[in-house]
């Protein structure tokens, strides 16, 4: 069995340390958090460490806030070994230089409430050496189905790219939530028009699939829409995504 | 066999079509075009006529642009039928008075490419008078599940919602796209996140869902963003929807 240590304990922490539960090569060896003090519930106590005292292991997964990421790796207590962080928008150099560096992205929106199934997590890879990057594709390659090798320059387009179909996406789920809330109907009655927007995309191109008002040029519809919002950033959107459906794309 | 007359060959009227002719209890009388010299390759051609020679039928769905729903069910050559429309945002009583009104609203994404599981397709109802409502109700049960009565208030707001959980969301895929597109990144790598991000909120809130830089506050992540989008349009989006999320909701 290989050794994995994890360093956090947020979301993308708790989705590998389940993954890597399950892999039958590799094995948490320590999770460093920040407090002792307070437990992690997700994480068994015997595992749990401070950076201060972790011990070198097979591969260092770093899964803390983006701004943390240089600090953290400069605190690791040892040299020479693979450390790699987990972020979409870090460039793989910020990683202290004591240590050989590389990435494993998850491209997954990760809620501890949620399980996913992982073997279907598409796994971005960077490392500095090729033969870390093969250290990290036989790790990846356990976990997922989706194993992609992904420069610091694409991860980071593929970030953005990830903010808009996902973040901003769930956020129209949300204004979609409001205005049903505020007229009496149940949130239920969209869902399975959500399911089916983003099922369509796995058969159909994005521009083929658009339909509405906005790419129609139903101008009275979109008029009758804008008048019918009454919180100015929700209108705003409205006008702002009709008029990027009508120009881009 | 109840007799169904459609007018229309749009995407609604094809998915409609469809349905009603595996039901058992329904039968498609006609469907009305707008001219028989262009023949429409998805209904048979002994079923097509012209408005004007359309006979009547237990329920007459008119399924057209929404501008001509007025004029069309103005110039249905009969009378004292149920005469419903397919629409989400066209009130009943623009209907002709000279039929008994309804709509019967399919809250879907329709394209003819896809096919959809009509079963699981949230339908609409509404009547001016409860015998009428009954006989929606009937047809409506044998094609779906998802049976609603739903005012023509209420199906104003929903419609609304729609745009913003579907075709809002679809254009947000399609930014991804040309964002993967012109940094040579196939757009497949996304799809596990999109299907996941509407798999999600079948069992959490959109609120609780959110995930990603707006709602964590990371500052320096988001001005990343901004500035790496050089399409004006999208790079406004991105700001808008990053303030929406980190006030509304």
Request: hydrophobic fraction near 40%; charge should be negative.
């Amino acid at each position: 069995m290989k050794t994995i240590n994890i360093i956090g304990s947020g979301n993308v922490a708790y989705h590998l340390l389940r993954a890597i539960e399950k892999s039958t090569n590799y094995k948490i060896q320590n999770v460093a958090v920040r407090s002792l003090e307070k437990p992690v519930d997700f994480i068994a106590a015997d595992l749990m460490v401070l950076l201060e005292d972790l011990k070198p292991a097979a591969i260092t997964l770093i899964s803390v806030t983006d701004s943390a990421i240089a600090a953290v790796s400069e605190k690791i207590p040892y040299t020479d070994s693979l450390v790699v962080h987990t972020s979409g928008t870090t460039a793989m150099d910020v990683l202290n230089d004591k240590n050989r560096k590389g990435v494993f992205y998850p491209l997954q929106t990760f809620s501890k409430q949620k399980e996913v199934l992982f073997e279907e997590v598409p796994l971005c890879l960077e490392a500095a050496e090729p033969n870390d990057l093969n250290e990290l594709k036989l790790l990846a390659s356990e976990l997922s189905n989706n194993v992609f090798e992904i420069t610091s320059e694409q991860r980071k387009s593929l970030h953005v790219a990830a903010v808009f179909v996902s973040n901003f996406t769930n956020h129209l789920y949300a204004i979609g939530n409001e205005i049903c809330a505020a007229n009496n109907i149940s949130f239920a009655i969209l869902k399975p028009l959500i399911k089916e927007t983003a099922d369509k995309i796995r058969c159909l191109s994005p521009k083929d699939a658009q339909t509405g008002p906005a790419i129609r040029g139903d101008q009275k519809t979109i008029d009758a829409h804008e008048q019918f919002l009454t919180n100015p950033i929700f209108k705003e959107i409205y006008k702002l995504i009709t008029q990027s459906i009508q120009t881009n794309v």
